[in-house]
T-cell receptor, first 110, second 114 residues
Framework: GEDVEQSLFLSVREGDSSVINCTYTDSSSTYLYWYKQEPGAGLQLLTYIFSNMDMKQDQRLTVLLNKKDKHLSLRIADTQTGDSAIYFCAGNNAGNMLTFGGGTRLMVKP | NAGVTQTPKFRVLKTGQSMTLLCAQDMNHEYMYWYRQDPGMGLRLIHYSVGEGTTAKGEVPDGYNVSRLKKQNFLLGLESAAPSQTSVYFC?????????????FGPGTRLTVL
Protein backbone atom coordinates (compact mmCIF):
# COMPACT_ATOMS: atom_id res chain seq x y z
CA GLY A 1 0.00 0.00 0.00
CA GLU A 2 0.90 3.65 -0.16
CA ASP A 3 3.22 5.23 2.39
CA VAL A 4 2.98 8.94 3.08
CA GLU A 5 5.70 10.55 5.19
CA GLN A 6 5.86 13.95 6.84
CA SER A 7 8.16 15.59 9.35
CA LEU A 8 6.60 15.80 12.79
CA PHE A 9 7.11 19.40 13.75
CA LEU A 10 7.72 22.89 12.34
CA SER A 11 8.13 26.13 14.24
CA VAL A 12 8.04 29.57 12.56
CA ARG A 13 7.66 33.18 13.58
CA GLU A 14 4.50 35.11 12.80
CA GLY A 15 4.81 36.78 9.40
CA ASP A 16 7.34 34.28 8.06
CA SER A 17 6.56 31.68 5.41
CA SER A 18 6.00 28.06 6.44
CA VAL A 19 6.85 25.13 4.21
CA ILE A 20 5.48 21.72 5.12
CA ASN A 21 6.84 18.78 3.15
CA CYS A 22 5.43 15.37 2.31
CA THR A 23 6.69 12.37 0.36
CA TYR A 24 4.54 9.57 -0.98
CA THR A 25 5.16 6.25 -2.69
CA ASP A 26 2.11 5.57 -4.87
CA SER A 27 2.71 7.23 -8.23
CA SER A 28 -0.84 6.37 -9.32
CA SER A 29 -2.37 8.86 -6.87
CA THR A 30 -4.49 11.17 -9.00
CA TYR A 31 -5.19 13.69 -6.26
CA LEU A 32 -3.04 14.88 -3.38
CA TYR A 33 -4.58 16.74 -0.50
CA TRP A 34 -3.68 18.97 2.40
CA TYR A 35 -5.91 18.83 5.45
CA LYS A 36 -5.72 21.02 8.57
CA GLN A 37 -6.64 19.85 12.06
CA GLU A 38 -7.12 22.40 14.80
CA PRO A 39 -7.01 21.30 18.46
CA GLY A 40 -9.96 19.15 19.45
CA ALA A 41 -11.46 19.18 15.97
CA GLY A 42 -11.72 16.97 12.94
CA LEU A 43 -9.77 17.43 9.73
CA GLN A 44 -10.73 20.14 7.29
CA LEU A 45 -9.71 20.13 3.64
CA LEU A 46 -7.40 23.07 2.89
CA THR A 47 -6.52 22.49 -0.72
CA TYR A 48 -5.74 19.75 -3.20
CA ILE A 49 -3.80 19.33 -6.41
CA PHE A 50 -4.46 17.11 -9.36
CA SER A 51 -1.52 14.93 -10.31
CA ASN A 52 -1.05 16.49 -13.75
CA MET A 53 -0.36 19.89 -12.16
CA ASP A 54 2.90 20.98 -10.60
CA MET A 55 1.67 24.04 -8.74
CA LYS A 56 -1.53 25.42 -7.34
CA GLN A 57 -1.97 28.75 -5.59
CA ASP A 58 -4.91 29.65 -3.38
CA GLN A 59 -4.54 32.97 -1.54
CA ARG A 60 -1.76 32.45 1.05
CA LEU A 61 -1.39 28.77 0.17
CA THR A 62 0.89 27.39 -2.54
CA VAL A 63 1.07 23.68 -3.27
CA LEU A 64 4.04 22.33 -5.21
CA LEU A 65 4.09 18.83 -6.64
CA ASN A 66 7.21 17.09 -7.93
CA LYS A 67 5.93 13.85 -9.44
CA LYS A 68 9.37 12.58 -10.36
CA ASP A 69 10.53 12.73 -6.73
CA LYS A 70 7.01 12.02 -5.33
CA HIS A 71 7.30 15.13 -3.20
CA LEU A 72 4.50 17.47 -2.19
CA SER A 73 4.83 20.71 -0.26
CA LEU A 74 2.50 23.28 1.22
CA ARG A 75 3.73 26.84 1.58
CA ILE A 76 1.84 29.23 3.81
CA ALA A 77 2.77 32.85 3.21
CA ASP A 78 2.64 35.43 6.02
CA THR A 79 1.97 32.74 8.63
CA GLN A 80 -0.39 33.81 11.40
CA THR A 81 -0.95 32.42 14.91
CA GLY A 82 -4.29 31.10 13.65
CA ASP A 83 -2.37 28.81 11.31
CA SER A 84 -1.05 26.84 14.28
CA ALA A 85 -2.46 23.35 13.77
CA ILE A 86 -1.55 19.88 12.54
CA TYR A 87 -1.33 19.57 8.76
CA PHE A 88 -1.86 16.25 7.01
CA CYS A 89 -1.06 15.38 3.45
CA ALA A 90 -2.99 12.55 1.82
CA GLY A 91 -3.12 10.77 -1.49
CA ASN A 92 -5.86 8.67 -3.05
CA ASN A 93 -4.97 5.10 -3.84
CA ALA A 94 -6.23 2.66 -6.45
CA GLY A 95 -9.42 2.02 -4.46
CA ASN A 96 -10.00 5.78 -4.18
CA MET A 97 -9.45 5.63 -0.45
CA LEU A 98 -7.14 8.18 1.17
CA THR A 99 -3.82 7.39 2.77
CA PHE A 100 -2.74 10.04 5.28
CA GLY A 101 0.69 11.04 6.46
CA GLY A 102 1.42 11.22 10.16
CA GLY A 103 0.84 14.96 10.32
CA THR A 104 3.11 17.97 10.84
CA ARG A 105 2.47 20.12 13.88
CA LEU A 106 2.98 23.77 12.95
CA MET A 107 3.68 26.14 15.80
CA VAL A 108 3.60 29.87 15.06
CA LYS A 109 5.39 32.09 17.55
CA PRO A 110 4.28 35.71 17.92
CA ASN B 1 -26.57 21.69 7.69
CA ALA B 2 -24.89 20.04 10.66
CA GLY B 3 -22.41 18.25 8.40
CA VAL B 4 -20.91 15.20 10.09
CA THR B 5 -21.74 14.63 13.76
CA GLN B 6 -20.42 12.01 16.16
CA THR B 7 -21.68 10.78 19.50
CA PRO B 8 -20.40 10.48 22.12
CA LYS B 9 -17.54 13.01 22.27
CA PHE B 10 -15.73 11.21 25.09
CA ARG B 11 -15.98 7.77 26.60
CA VAL B 12 -14.05 5.69 29.13
CA LEU B 13 -14.43 1.91 29.01
CA LYS B 14 -13.05 -0.96 31.02
CA THR B 15 -11.32 -3.79 29.19
CA GLY B 16 -13.90 -6.21 27.84
CA GLN B 17 -16.80 -3.76 27.73
CA SER B 18 -18.62 -3.04 24.50
CA MET B 19 -19.84 0.18 22.97
CA THR B 20 -21.15 1.71 19.76
CA LEU B 21 -20.05 4.99 18.24
CA LEU B 22 -22.61 6.77 16.09
CA CYS B 23 -21.84 8.88 13.06
CA ALA B 24 -24.50 10.86 11.21
CA GLN B 25 -24.27 13.04 8.10
CA ASP B 26 -26.91 15.24 6.50
CA MET B 27 -25.17 15.86 3.17
CA ASN B 28 -26.66 12.83 1.37
CA HIS B 29 -23.17 11.41 0.91
CA GLU B 30 -22.77 7.90 -0.42
CA TYR B 31 -19.42 7.08 1.17
CA MET B 32 -18.75 6.98 4.89
CA TYR B 33 -15.58 6.08 6.79
CA TRP B 34 -14.29 5.35 10.25
CA TYR B 35 -10.69 6.23 11.12
CA ARG B 36 -8.61 6.08 14.23
CA GLN B 37 -5.95 8.65 15.00
CA ASP B 38 -2.95 7.80 17.12
CA PRO B 39 -0.04 10.16 17.86
CA GLY B 40 2.42 10.44 14.98
CA MET B 41 0.55 7.88 12.89
CA GLY B 42 -1.93 10.02 11.02
CA LEU B 43 -5.33 8.54 10.37
CA ARG B 44 -5.79 4.86 9.69
CA LEU B 45 -8.91 3.57 8.00
CA ILE B 46 -10.85 1.03 10.07
CA HIS B 47 -13.91 0.33 7.91
CA TYR B 48 -15.79 2.15 5.23
CA SER B 49 -19.07 2.01 3.35
CA VAL B 50 -19.82 2.88 -0.27
CA GLY B 51 -23.57 2.94 0.23
CA GLU B 52 -26.49 1.97 2.41
CA GLY B 53 -26.31 -1.69 3.41
CA THR B 54 -22.65 -2.11 2.38
CA THR B 55 -19.47 -2.18 4.46
CA ALA B 56 -15.84 -3.03 3.75
CA LYS B 57 -12.64 -3.48 5.71
CA GLY B 58 -9.98 -0.83 5.78
CA GLU B 59 -6.40 -0.96 6.98
CA VAL B 60 -7.01 -1.84 10.65
CA PRO B 61 -10.40 -3.59 10.95
CA ASP B 62 -9.63 -6.15 13.69
CA GLY B 63 -11.67 -5.73 16.86
CA TYR B 64 -14.28 -3.51 15.22
CA ASN B 65 -17.57 -4.03 13.44
CA VAL B 66 -19.70 -1.57 11.49
CA SER B 67 -23.19 -1.23 10.12
CA ARG B 68 -24.80 1.09 7.58
CA LEU B 69 -28.52 0.41 7.85
CA LYS B 70 -29.46 3.95 6.83
CA LYS B 71 -27.63 6.12 4.33
CA GLN B 72 -27.11 8.91 6.83
CA ASN B 73 -25.75 6.78 9.69
CA PHE B 74 -22.61 4.70 10.09
CA LEU B 75 -22.11 2.82 13.36
CA LEU B 76 -18.78 1.57 14.73
CA GLY B 77 -18.92 -1.17 17.33
CA LEU B 78 -16.33 -2.48 19.75
CA GLU B 79 -17.48 -5.87 21.02
CA SER B 80 -14.79 -6.37 23.66
CA ALA B 81 -12.68 -3.26 24.18
CA ALA B 82 -8.92 -3.53 24.67
CA PRO B 83 -6.42 -0.89 25.86
CA SER B 84 -4.91 -0.92 22.35
CA GLN B 85 -8.16 0.62 21.15
CA THR B 86 -7.56 3.77 23.16
CA SER B 87 -7.57 6.39 20.44
CA VAL B 88 -9.44 9.26 18.86
CA TYR B 89 -12.01 8.04 16.35
CA PHE B 90 -13.09 10.11 13.40
CA CYS B 91 -15.96 9.56 11.06
CA UNK B 92 -15.97 11.08 7.59
CA UNK B 93 -18.22 11.12 4.55
CA UNK B 94 -17.83 11.95 0.87
CA UNK B 95 -19.80 12.08 -2.34
CA UNK B 96 -19.56 9.19 -4.70
CA UNK B 97 -17.18 10.62 -7.25
CA UNK B 98 -15.17 8.84 -9.92
CA UNK B 99 -11.97 10.65 -9.11
CA UNK B 100 -10.88 12.75 -6.18
CA UNK B 101 -12.31 12.23 -2.75
CA UNK B 102 -12.92 15.27 -0.56
CA UNK B 103 -13.86 13.88 2.78
CA UNK B 104 -15.79 15.81 5.42
CA PHE B 105 -14.86 14.93 8.99
CA GLY B 106 -16.74 14.83 12.24
CA PRO B 107 -15.26 16.34 15.43
CA GLY B 108 -14.04 13.03 16.79
CA THR B 109 -14.68 10.71 19.74
CA ARG B 110 -11.94 10.32 22.33
CA LEU B 111 -12.05 6.78 23.71
CA THR B 112 -9.99 5.54 26.65
CA VAL B 113 -9.93 1.85 27.51
CA LEU B 114 -8.60 1.06 30.99
Amino acid sequence: GEDVEQSLFLSVREGDSSVINCTYTDSSSTYLYWYKQEPGAGLQLLTYIFSNMDMKQDQRLTVLLNKKDKHLSLRIADTQTGDSAIYFCAGNNAGNMLTFGGGTRLMVKP
Amino acid sequence: NAGVTQTPKFRVLKTGQSMTLLCAQDMNHEYMYWYRQDPGMGLRLIHYSVGEGTTAKGEVPDGYNVSRLKKQNFLLGLESAAPSQTSVYFCASSLRVPTGNEQFFGPGTRLTVL
